[in-house]
């Protein structure tokens, strides 16, 4: 099993970018999947397989990688944005392993 | 349209074994290619997958917890059936079940659509 790593908290200002990364060993060789999680509300996937977006997630959401890396970036932050994103991937096992997760704050 | 609802006690006390039941519509475990997943989030806290059933029976169980664990599926009723054995105060948490995505790759899945979730405590 591997882990993944995610910056604890991001904060920005309404309009402004907004970049969440998502860091593992095993990243280049597997999907990426994130998920927004409001307060007292179950997960959302907002991105599938690293860089494609479910119907019905705004344009402004979008995924890249780079290496050991993946990155969800939130261009022109709304207010509704704020939340708890989480990376999810899993290993050639079959073994999902979620990030810790970071709260989002719109300042 | 897919959904997925949660069930079981919310209370249990320390030692004891949980059921939780994930009922489901809108797919069927008779297809290949689908499976449902458990995931439990304690409060506060991140997500942490738990066990995955796929159409064929194929199992995978998180091995930090796969002693405790065991996930079955009951086709003819539309559900998923996980039990967690010895429970204890930090079993405590919302426990979920969701649709598994893949394009084909099977061991490279994300979750689409999950249930409301259920909130287990443990506690004497």
Redesign the interface.
């Known amino acids: 099993s591997y882990g993944l790593t995610q910056p604890p908290s991001v904060s920005v200002s309404p309009g402004q970018t907004a970049r969440i990364t998502c860091s593992g060993d095993a990243l280049p060789n597997q999907y990426t999947y994130w998920y927004q999680q409001k307060p007292g509300q179950a997960p959302v996937v907002v991105m599938y397989k690293g860089s494609e977006r479910p119907s019905g997630i705004p344009e402004r959401f979008s995924g890249s990688s780079s290496g050991t890396t993946v990155t969800l970036t939130i261009s022109g932050v709304q207010a509704e944005d704020e939340a708890d994103y989480y990376c999810q991937s899993a290993d050639r096992s079959g073994t999902a392993v979620f990030g810790g997760g970071t709260k989002l704050t719109v300042l | 349209q897919i959904s997925l609802k949660e069930s079981g006690p919310t209370l249990v006390k320390p030692t004891q074994t949980l059921t939780l039941t994930c009922t489901f519509s809108g797919f069927s475990l008779r297809t290949s290619g689908v499976g449902v997943?458990w995931?439990r989030q304690p409060p506060g806290e991140?997500?942490?997958?738990l066990a995955?059933v796929y159409w064929d029976d194929d199992k995978?169980y998180?091995?930090?917890l796969k002693s405790r664990l065991t996930i079955t599926k009951d086709t003819s009723k539309n559900q998923v059936v996980l039990t967690v054995t010895n429970m204890d105060p930090v079993d405590t948490a919302t426990y979920?079940c969701a649709h598994i995505?893949h394009?084909g790759?099977?061991?490279?899945?994300?979750?689409?659509i999950?249930?409301?979730?259920t909130m287990v405590t443990v506690s004497s």
Do not use: V
Not at chain 2, 105 to 112: A, R
């Open positions: 997943g995931i991140a997500l942490e997958w995955l995978r998180s091995p930090s979920y995505f394009d790759h099977y061991l490279k899945y994300g979750f689409d999950w249930g409301q979730g």
